[in-house]
């Protein structure tokens, strides 16, 4: 695998892990980077002056321990907006702006937000002209193939990106009518790779080394973005990167390194976002950790029904160290 070039960086490890609002937050993208990965992107941040100037945002766009790039999502269908977003993430240390145009969510596309901007492709030029000429940092954009089968504009839209000086493409081989059903169409991102010269990452279902080698070989993508499966292992993506760059392929962590990546997570998740709510958002990850762990549903309930952060910890160290 050759490095990726995003405008003037270059990464020297292609396997970059996906935007996922409510999961790749901070503590998620210090795990998954402190085992070895690409560019970790944050959660996208909406494009809207009174959500951006918060605290919660400026906790959202910090990069992940030794992230040497920190690249951030915004999401919005408002030009001006959306430019003054990008200026403000300059302002506050971010070196790579993407925008999404892939998110299904309706209350999104309700919004004419996200995967909506797919059938508006004049709308979503606006968008990179202005946010383009908003910021001196490269701007990338993520997609889907388009808003349903009738409406594959992928190819379309990349060749606008790039006439409007976008540095790289990610392509979501689904549809939005799919949401995340059926199978992602590596081989339909082949004709986005084909159509562009900039760097185009292929993204969709990818959940081990071999599927990775499969998504790369079909599409001819300079890279791959893991989302869902890096979830409960965060090694995932230096497994993926060790495979695809060397050809080595390494085990997951042994059960003693797991329970100290969990706990070490779940503490972070405590420190981030305060006891409650830290406790809260911690279960989810717990709830994937365990069942990648194939632990039984009762033991999962019985961390999901405590309030008690010692307690959950206690509850996690007997399940790790009875194996
Ligand atoms: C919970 C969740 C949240 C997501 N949030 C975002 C987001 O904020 N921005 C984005 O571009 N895509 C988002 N996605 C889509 C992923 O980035 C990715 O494109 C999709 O999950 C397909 O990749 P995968 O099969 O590897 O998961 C989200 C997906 C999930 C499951």
């Known amino acids: 695998m050759q490095e990726l070039k995003i405008g003037n960086h270059i990464i020297s490890n292609p396997v970059l892990l996906a935007p996922m609002s409510g999961v790749s937050d901070l503590p998620f993208r210090n795990v998954v980077k402190s085992f070895g990965a690409g560019i970790c992107v944050s959660e996208m941040v909406a494009s809207n002056h009174l959500i951006r100037e918060t605290k919660e945002s400026l906790k959202k766009i910090q990069p992940a321990n030794g992230e040497d790039i920190n690249m951030v999502q915004i999401i919005g269908s408002e030009i001006n907006e959306m430019a003054d977003t990008a200026r403000w993430l300059v302002d506050n240390n971010v070196d790579i702006i993407d925008i999404n145009f892939g998110c299904p969510a309706k209350k999104v596309t309700g919004k004419y937000c996200g995967s909506a901007l797919m059938q508006y492709p004049a709308t979503a030029l606006k968008i990179m002209r202005f946010v383009k000429k908003a910021v001196d940092v490269p701007v990338t954009v993520k997609m889907r193939m388009g808003w349903d089968n009738e ?84 090694w995932l993506l230096n497994q993926i990167s060790s495979y695809l760059l060397s050809g080595i392929k390494i085990d997951k962590p042994d059960i003693n390194k797991q329970y100290d990546t969990i706990i070490n997570h779940y503490n972070q998740m405590i420190e981030h976002y305060g006891d409650y709510k830290g406790m809260l958002m911690g279960r989810k990850h717990l709830s994937w950790y365990l069942k990648q762990s194939n632990a039984c549903i009762s033991f999962r309930d019985k961390i999901m029904s405590t309030s008690c952060k010692d307690e959950v910890k206690d509850i996690i160290r007997s399940f790790y160290m009875l194996r």
């Open 151 to 234: 409406n594959l504009n992928a190819v379309e839209i990349a060749k606008m990106a790039e006439g409007e000086g976008i540095s790289m493409i990610t392509v979501h081989g689904r549809t939005r009518q799919q949401q995340y059903t059926g199978v992602a169409n590596w081989d339909f991102i082949k004709s986005v790779k084909q159509s562009v010269k900039i760097p185009v990452i292929v993204n969709g279902d990818i959940v081990g080394e071999q599927s990775a080698i499969d998504a790369l070989n079909k599409s001819g993508a300079d890279g791959v973005m893991i989302g869902r499966a890096s979830r409960g292992q965060p």
